[in-house]
């Protein structure tokens, strides 16, 4: 188990994006006999749509945001209420008491969601975010990994949680154009001077790759040099506190 939790901890700390993440999970998952995951981070704004990552049937997942099923599920409500996980579905008590949540169940299970066991993630920094290890049915093999490592799994899921709200956050935009982590890293020590030598050693990544960073960085953001670029990063901050 230690040796899968690092692999999981040096996928986690290579993701950049939905992708990255979506595989550092899987496969760790793949590794414990955990046939598929789903993380639901919820919105801070009421209207906002939820994030969700996860190897749950796409057509099931579509579906779900569709009808914006986040404000039902039973399985949310129970991990509003508590930090500590849970297990639900097949052979124990339902929490799906409504009749809109029991068709949600009925709904899910169509497409191999029937039980399963949920972290929730309260870190008291937004809105609350759960991750959830499904399956079909309870084999043996998801009892076993869920009474055997279930703290190991909540340690895993606040890990998750941690890296995509540091990766994934809407702070790494300019006004409107999103960059990516790295890619707002380096504009940030650019912009404070720093060559592309230094900020690759502040980084611990190559100077080549610094560089790639930043024309990526300008080319979203439509400038021609880092002192645009700067410029726009700047005004973007000074919006902030206005």
């Not at 709200?165 to 790494?172: A, G, N, P, Q, V």
Request: glycine residues 6%; aromatic residues 10%.
């Amino acid at each position: 188990m230690h040796r899968i939790f690092q692999r999981f901890i040096d996928r986690l700390s290579a993701a950049e994006d939905l992708a990255g993440f979506s595989d550092a999970m899987s496969v760790t998952a793949a590794a414990l006999d955990l046939s598929c995951f789903a993380y639901l981070g919820l919105p801070r704004q009421r209207h906002g749509k939820p994030r969700l990552i996860t190897t749950y049937p796409e057509e099931w997942t579509s579906h779900y945001l569709r009808s914006r099923y986040e404000r039902i599920d039973a399985v949310i409500t129970q991990a509003l209420q508590s930090p500590e996980p849970f297990q639900w579905g097949v052979g124990l008590p339902s929490p799906f008491g409504s009749p809109e949540q029991q068709r949600l169940l009925d709904e899910a299970s169509q497409f191999g969601i029937r039980t399963g066991f949920t972290v929730p993630i309260h870190d008291g920094r937004g809105p609350i975010a759960a991750l959830t290890f499904a399956a079909d049915q309870r084999e043996a093999s998801f009892e076993l990994c869920i009474n055997s490592h279930a703290r190991v799994l909540q340690l895993m899921a606040i890990y998750f949680h941690a890296h995509v709200r540091r990766k994934l956050t809407d702070e790494h935009r300019i006004g409107e154009v999103p960059l990516s982590p790295r890619e707002f890293e380096c504009l940030k020590w650019a912009a404070q001077g720093k060559s592309s030598w230094e900020i690759g050693l502040i980084l611990g990544i190559s100077r080549h790759t610094v560089t790639s960073y930043l024309d990526s960085a300008k080319e979203k953001l439509g400038v021609r040099t880092i002192v645009q670029a700067a410029t726009r990063l700047a005004a973007a901050k000074g919006e902030e506190h206005n």
